[in-house]
Structure formats: structure tokens, C-alpha cells
């Protein structure tokens, strides 16, 4: 089993939809960063996270330490939004203390 | 937030030849910085850990004579690929490191450079 698993790992919505995507991880963690990579490959960094929630235009995450579990909400989707969305944590444990662990990437297309 | 740039973005070579990829933080210094290999539809994987002025340190089944890193200054770290072969075209990414003003670290990632070997 994967220390990060996102969900789902395709997603399709209609343009103007509100998007879910979901991340869960196993290990003890610093911090939670929520990626963008575009096709061309670029990655940018949406939010780093280690409690509670973040907001940053149409763009929610959120972070449930207990659970082990951080989400990433997208309202009013546009096609625009259309990317891998990646989770990575900061371990803070073990021989990966201190490097980022990777999800798989969750492939988003938002249709006009 | 703060900026990293990759030189080149794109760079085809024969087999054989050594490439140089530089990775800067453009406005900020990079306490550590993190060179990732991406397969298509895969995700990022550590290559190697770079601190300035002292030896990277390697993922395990990475060789270090191939990826020579060299992290001169807090801005600045290359990855050269020697004496490269096909198995070594890949989407190679670079991430800074810093300080973040309320402790802990804020990560920046590069957009990455497409090695292609003919």
C-alpha cells in the first residue's frame, strides 16, 4: 500500500461544477502540499498545509490530522482547472524523515 | 510565492554526450534543493538531496557518477547527466527549499526540463 493515496484517480466534471479530490496518507507528516501539473509538465504549488484550512480564490484545502486525511475542493470549475492535482507529504519519520512522499495524481478534465 | 527556474526547459542529445540542467530560486536563497525524475503518467521521484557547499545525498539506485550534482550557491544547483543513453530521456524536475517565515520549510518546484537522448 502507498504512504499517499489520492482519490479518485481520474476525474471528468462539467464546466461549473464543484470538484473533490481527495488524499490519505499513513505516516506522521509536517505538512500536506497540494500540487498543480499541467500538461507540458510544470508543477505549481497550490497550498502547503499542516492544520486546518486554506483558501486562495476558487481553490479550498483542507486537512484532517487525526485522520489522516486532507481534501482539496475546486468551485465553479473551469476548463482552465484541467491538470494532475498531486498530494505530497512531509514525513517526519523514519528514512524519509524530512522528504516529500508523493500521491499518484488525480488527472482532471473539466468540459465547456 | 517565490520563483524557480530550469535551464533548458527542452533538450534533445545523442547518446553519449553529457547534458547540463541548472536550477535557480530566483528570489529567495534555497536552504536545500531536490532533483526529481518523472515518467510519463507517473509521479515525481527523489533523485538526489543537495545541500550548498556539501555532497548531495542519492536515492538508493541512483548512481551518482551518472546525475552529478553540484550545488554552488544558495540559488543555484545543476544536475549533469553523463555519458547519456535513451533509458535516460525523461522529465526531470527541480525543487528549492527555504525557511518558512513561521517555521518549518516552503517548497518551490521548477518547470522542469524534457531530456530526450537520440
Known amino acids: 500500500k502507498n504512504e499517499v493515496e489520492q482519490s479518485p484517480q481520474n476525474l471528468t466534471a462539467q464546466e461549473g461544477e464543484f470538484i473533490t479530490i481527495n488524499c490519505s496518507y499513513s505516516?506522521?507528516?509536517?505538512?500536506l502540499h497540494w500540487l498543480q501539473q499541467h500538461p507540458g509538465g510544470g508543477i505549481v504549488s497550490l497550498f502547503m498545509?499542516?492544520?486546518g484550512k486554506k483558501k486562495h480564490g476558487r481553490l479550498i484545502a483542507t486537512i484532517n490530522i487525526q485522520e489522516k486525511h486532507s481534501s482539496l475542493h475546486i468551485t465553479a470549475s473551469h476548463p482552465r482547472d484541467s491538470a494532475v492535482y498531486i498530494c505530497?507529504?512531509?514525513?517526519?519519520?523514519?528514512?524519509?524523515?524530512?522528504?516529500?512522499?508523493f500521491g499518484q495524481g488525480t488527472i482532471l478534465t473539466v468540459h465547456p | 510565492g517565490a520563483v524557480v527556474s530550469q535551464h533548458p526547459s527542452r533538450v534533445i542529445c545523442k547518446s553519449g554526450t553529457s547534458v547540463k540542467i541548472e536550477c535557480r530560486s530566483l528570489?529567495?536563497?534555497?536552504?536545500?534543493m531536490f532533483w526529481y525524475r518523472q515518467f510519463p503518467k507517473k509521479s515525481l521521484m527523489l533523485m538526489a538531496t543537495?545541500?550548498?557547499?556539501?555532497?548531495?545525498?542519492?536515492e538508493q539506485g541512483v548512481e551518482k557518477d551518472k546525475f552529478l550534482i553540484n550545488h554552488a550557491s544558495l540559488t543555484l544547483s545543476t544536475l549533469t547527466v553523463t555519458s547519456a543513453h535513451p533509458e535516460d530521456s525523461s522529465f526531470y524536475i527541480c525543487?528549492?527549499?527555504?525557511?518558512?517565515?513561521?517555521?518549518?520549510?516552503?517548497?518551490?518546484f521548477g518547470p522542469g526540463t524534457r531530456l530526450t537522448v537520440l
Open positions: 525543487s528549492a527549499r527555504r525557511v518558512a517565515a513561521g517555521g518549518g520549510y516552503e517548497q518551490f
Open positions: 505530497a507529504v512531509r514525513s517526519t519519520g523514519g528514512t524519509s524523515y524530512g522528504k516529500l512522499t
Open positions: 543537495s545541500n550548498e557547499g556539501s555532497k548531495a545525498t542519492y
Open positions: 528570489d529567495f536563497q534555497a536552504t536545500t
Open positions: 505516516v506522521g507528516i509536517s505538512a
Open positions: 498545509l499542516s492544520s
